[in-house]
């Protein structure tokens, strides 16, 4: 039915979610976050996980309950990384993460994070990143 009055509604910035987090887990800020396949909590990324963003601030649930505190994450964007043995000619390659810190061309057993945009300088590039997916929060 169409409107026929105007209708306030809630709006969220696009590229910010707000997942969750795993029991027993403390997320840094500027964490490469996933989440686990069976739960769908958000955790600091480990190799093969489904990468999910960045955390915009770091938050401790090492004493708390499952989904007792949410990591506020950036699902998209460019960030400047250090890449393991990045150089000029890797332009335009993928970018995986073997860890919540860790960043490097390789995709065997890793994540998916984005690709290089940018070489800044050995070893160091801007990544354009993207959440590969869009998980409804518990």
């Known amino acids: 039915m169409p409107l026929t009055l105007d209708t306030p509604r809630a709006y969220e910035i696009g590229t910010i979610n707000a997942?969750?987090?795993?029991?027993?887990?403390?997320?840094?800020?500027?964490a490469a976050v996933s989440i686990i396949a069976a739960s769908g909590l958000a955790r600091?990324?480990?190799?093969?996980?489904?990468?999910?963003?960045?955390?915009?601030?770091?938050v401790d649930n090492r004493t708390g309950a499952a989904a007792a505190v949410r990591v506020r994450l950036r699902e998209e964007g460019k960030i400047e990384l250090p890449v393991a043995a990045l150089a000029v000619?890797?332009?335009?390659?993928?970018?995986?993460?073997?860890?919540?810190?860790?960043?490097?061309?390789?995709a065997a057993g890793n994540s998916l994070v984005g690709h290089v945009h940018r070489f800044v300088r050995s070893g160091v590039?801007?990544?354009?990143?993207?959440?590969?997916?869009?998980?409804?929060?518990?």
Not at 24 to 29: A, D, F, P
Not at 49 to 56: E, I, R
Not at 89 to 106: E, N, P
């Open 125 to 138: 590039g801007i990544v354009k990143f993207a959440a590969q997916a869009v998980p409804v929060a518990p």
């Open 89 to 106: 000619a890797d332009i335009g390659k993928q970018v995986y993460a073997s860890d919540s810190g860790a960043f490097l061309l390789t």
């Open 44 to 58: 600091p990324l480990a190799a093969g996980d489904l990468f999910v963003g960045f955390a915009d601030r770091g």
């Open 19 to 30: 997942l969750s987090v795993a029991a027993g887990v403390q997320i840094l800020q500027g």
